[in-house]
Nanobody
Framework: QVQLVESGGGLVQAGGSLRLSCAASGRTFSSYAMAWFRQAPGKERNIVAAITGNFGITHYADSVKGRFTISRDNAKNTVYLQMNSLKPEDTAVYYC?????????????????WGQGTQVTVSS
């Protein structure tokens, strides 16, 4: 069983930055693909960024390319999401997700493990 705990959300002005962290339990974390999803009120939960296990290949949604960076520290069992140049439309609950496969997954159904979510609010 894998447990994921997010932290780092909050309120920030447009143009600002935040860094989200997701601490994972489990001895085989390094082999898991990890991702960040987000869900705004009344909308679906969509992928923001993903990173493979082992080789750290990344994937980003078009809406965040060039602004967000996903990374991982396998020694700390932690995955990060650095968010720069934040916009009001980035406001959402951000969820950390993990899958036991090392390959990238882009849909919610491909991830078996989820954190509780952390709120990110960007004011204009």
């Amino acid at each position: 069983q894998v447990q994921l705990v997010e932290s780092g959300g909050g309120l920030v002005q447009a143009g600002g930055s935040l860094r989200l962290s997701c601490a994972a339990s489990g001895r085989t974390f390094s082999s898991y693909a990890m991702a960040w999803f987000r869900q705004a009120p009344g909308k679906e939960r969509n992928i923001v960024a993903a990173i493979t296990g082992n080789f750290g290949i990344t994937h980003y949604a078009d809406s965040v390319k060039g602004r967000f960076t996903i990374s991982r520290d396998n020694a700390k069992n932690t995955v990060y999401l650095q968010m720069n140049s934040l916009k009001p439309e980035d406001t959402a609950v951000y969820y950390c997700a993990g899958r036991t496969s090392s390959g990238l997954g882009s849909s919610r159904a491909e991830y078996a493990y989820w954190g509780q979510g952390t709120q990110v609010t960007v004011s204009s």
